[in-house]
């Protein structure tokens, strides 16, 4: 089973490159931040999430891995996952761990796309028009999430490269040359 942690700031382009790996390859594609604004808005937990999310916070940990490992429940013939925007803290990064060991498997590789913090700040800024993400719409929670990026989730880079599993991109470029990039060290990766 292939299991790809990608990794990356607010703006990287996670989202977009997920989408593509997940069709070259019949991966499954996971994003919690999808799974938090696919939740019904009425529920407690949508509510709970979203006052986190609106201010650019991380949700919980605990809720976070729960929500997690309930998704990936949903796909019992995976031949392999796209994990985007998780694990986001060293703790979901040793949940996940657990939880892979727990199904026999593991994380094959983090693909970390390295982004500049003003051509991020200049994404978020653009993808707010069409995006309807209250989240994308202030630059001060723009600001803040880069903010909580570099503090909390940055280190968890430190736990795959602990592993040998860190594989750094160059995330600037159009979404061809990314993308190319990705699948050649996802190749080597794998081979
Ligand atoms: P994203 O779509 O990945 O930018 O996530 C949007 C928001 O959802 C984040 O700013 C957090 O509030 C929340 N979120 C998504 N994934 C996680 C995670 N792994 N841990 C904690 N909060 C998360």
């Known amino acids: 089973m292939t299991n790809i942690v990608l990794f990356g700031p607010p703006g990287s ?11 070259k390859y019949g991966l499954v594609h996971i994003s919690t931040g999808d799974v938090f604004r696919g ?6 937990l949508a509510k709970l999430a979203k006052s986190y999310s609106d201010k650019g916070n991380l949700v ?3 809720i976070t891995i729960e929500i997690l490992e309930s998704e990936v429940a ?3 013939d995976a031949k392999g996952v796209i994990y985007d925007g998780f694990p986001r803290t060293s703790a979901q990064a040793a949940a996940l761990d657990k939880f892979l060991t727990s199904k026999g498997t593991s994380v094959t590789c983090m693909l970390a796309l390295d982004v500049q913090e003003d051509v991020l700040r200049e994404r978020l800024k653009g993808r707010a028009i069409d995006s309807g993400r209250p989240d994308d719409a202030d630059p001060a929670v723009i600001q803040n999430r880069i903010d909580v990026y570099n503090n909390q989730t940055a280190p968890v880079a430190d736990f795959y490269k602990a592993q ?5 991109i160059n995330g600037i470029g159009s979404i061809e040359e990314i993308s190319q990039r ?3 060290a996802l190749e080597a ?3």
């Open 74 to 76: 949903k796909y019992p």
């Open 182 to 184: 990705l699948i050649d």
């Open 164 to 168: 040998g599993k860190y594989i750094e």
């Open 13 to 23: 382009g996670k989202g977009t490159q997920s989408a593509i790996l997940k069709k």
């Open 60 to 62: 919980p940990d605990e």
């Open 39 to 44: 939740l019904d808005p009425e529920s407690e």
């Open 189 to 191: 990766a794998t081979a």
